[in-house]
């Protein structure tokens, strides 16, 4: 699956008002991507480091004091072990 990955990766990277568009319309009226956030981390001494597909970052249109970060995890299929893996991303 690294190539579906790699391919949605840089689908979402290069346009991503229109993946939030579709993903929650609700949710791209209300805010406004400001950017991709470096996702690289280094990983443990006997791990190679660790990177989260997509971070974006948005503010509230109604108050851009107010932000939010959002996780992209592009996935060929649901795994199990999905939810862990992205509260390791939180940290």
Known sequence: MANFDRV???????WPEGFFLWL????AATW????W????APGMPNQ??????????F?????PTRRALLDVEA????HV???????EYAY
Do not use: N
Not at 24 to 27: E, L, P, T, Y
Not at 37 to 40: H, K
């Open 8 to 14: 949605s990766r840089y689908l979402i990277h290069e």
């Open 24 to 27: 929650s319309a609700r949710f």
């Open 32 to 35: 406004r991507f400001r950017g």
């Open 37 to 40: 956030l470096d996702t690289s």
């Open 48 to 57: 190679a480091d660790r990177a989260c597909d997509l971070v974006g970052e």
């Open 59 to 63: 503010e509230d249109t109604a108050d």
């Open 75 to 78: 996935q060929a299929w649901p």
């Open 81 to 87: 072990d999905m939810p862990e893996r992205l509260g």
